[in-house]
């Protein structure tokens, strides 16, 4: 099935121009659409570019209409009120998985109408280019924009500015492995959030906490903290809902109860469809697919996480198409198929060195371990084992700290 979340995005974006600019800009755009179609049918009707297929002259016909309406849209709303416009937009590019144009719009804004903005509009900007660099798991350019925000918030006395960067700072400290400095700000956040009555930033630190609490194996502690934040979040929220139930699969998952971890995940899913966020619809089939093969299922895994890998590819996060390889690993070596399973797995593993996680290199190598140990290669099996050791304690993992040990001393019996 062709993915129509650019052309949806696009409507979203048309509905908000025609709100802020009016009814003339609106018959102008769709005067200047049915021109553009008019002139490039025309020409592709002579002479059609080499391999260029329907999809394609979809997907140019959109990004011209995606130009059209924020260079248009320049004539028909104050130049003041244009910053503001611009970065609306973007928050809607970001949604919906659209990167590029998000960072092209913030680059206007900050390069070409700065001295238009309101004040508290140039933090906000560094705080959404570290976002983006955050989704690219970019975490060292994340931190340096986080970090220009903070400053300029500082200078505002924008306290929810401050809270809010405090949470996304520790959220790169937790996929970093800098798990107590993720604690210290995660806390420090929260404090602030309950002070000043920041609801948003309470569900978010919430869930954030309860991540944490996860990967510490504290089970109960995290489905407490998910369902704090799922208690503050109306039902309106689709986003919101679909990350917390996404997690609340993930902790049910780690407990082996793939039941109800697959009941979750299908409601993430479900929630991300009705929210057209595409990112999160992308984790969610990630986990499922895990889930899936651990039941046995592995022509329904393999889809899923195949649909993951080609909405991962299209956002550039590396760090989530590593978890694919890993779950495409763990398939084929169910599969009989160690080969082909260890090249999944040294993919995997190579990029989660390259970006720095020591939590998801852990998984990765703890499962070459186990492949090794089918072959009969001991020492392979031992060295990958205590590799995954390292990387679990070094992020206080606790109970795949438990698991690697006993898997290195059932090895050296």
Request: aromatic share 10%; net charge negative.
């Amino acid at each position: 099935m062709a993915d129509n979340s650019l052309q949806i995005f696009l409507n979203q974006v048309f509905t908000i121009s025609s709100e802020r600019c009016g009814l003339i800009f609106t018959d102008k755009i769709n005067l200047l659409r049915k021109e553009r179609e008019r002139m490039l049918e025309g020409s592709w009707k002579v002479v059609s570019p080499d391999d260029l297929e329907d999809n394609d002259k979809q997907a140019i016909f959109r990004e011209i209409d995606f130009d059209t309406l924020i260079f248009n849209a320049l004539h028909f709303i104050d130049r003041n009120e244009y910053p503001t416009y611009l970065f609306e937009v973007c928050e809607l590019a970001i949604g919906f998985g659209q990167f590029d144009k998000a960072q092209r719009l913030l680059s206007l804004i900050q390069d070409q109408y700065r001295e238009y903005a309101d004040k508290n509009l140039p933090p906000k900007v560094n705080q959404r280019f570290g976002d983006i660099a955050f989704y690219q798991s970019d975490y060292k350019t994340a931190l340096e924009e986080y970090e220009k925000a903070f400053q300029l918030y500082i200078i505002l006395n924008h306290l929810e500015g401050l809270t809010a960067i405090k949470n996304s700072m520790a959220i790169v400290k937790t996929e970093t492995g800098n798990i107590p400095q993720a604690e210290e700000l995660f806390n420090e956040a929260l404090d602030m959030a309950k002070e000043h009555g920041f609801k948003e930033l309470q569900v978010k630190i919430n869930m954030n906490l309860g991540n944490i609490l996860q990967i510490q194996g504290s089970f109960t502690d995290a489905l407490s903290k998910f369902n704090a934040a799922l208690a503050l979040v109306s039902e309106d929220d689709l986003v919101a809902r679909a990350r917390i139930t996404h997690n609340i699969g993930i902790v049910y998952k780690s407990q082996h109860r793939n039941d109800r971890a697959l009941t979750e995940l299908e409601k993430s899913i479900e929630l991300s469809v009705k929210a057209n966020n595409r990112y999160q619809k992308g984790l969610s089939y990630l986990e499922k697919a895990e889930a899936l093969y651990r039941n046995g299922d592995l022509l329904s895994s393999t889809a899923l996480a195949t649909s993951a890998f080609q909405i991962f590819t299209d956002l550039r996060d590396r760090l989530s198409i590593a978890d694919v390889y890993k779950v495409f690993g763990l398939i084929s070596r169910k599969r009989n198929n160690n080969d082909v399973a260890i090249s999944y797995l040294e993919h995997s593993k190579r990029i989660n060195e390259d970006y720095h996680n020591p939590l998801n290199l852990g998984e990765t190598l703890f499962e070459l371990a186990k492949l090794y140990e089918d072959d009969k290669e001991q020492d392979l099996a031992l060295k990958n084992y205590q590799l995954a050791l390292s990387k679990f304690e070094s992020v206080s993992a606790t109970q795949k700290i438990k698991e690697a040990r006993q898997s290195i001393n059932g090895l050296m019996a």
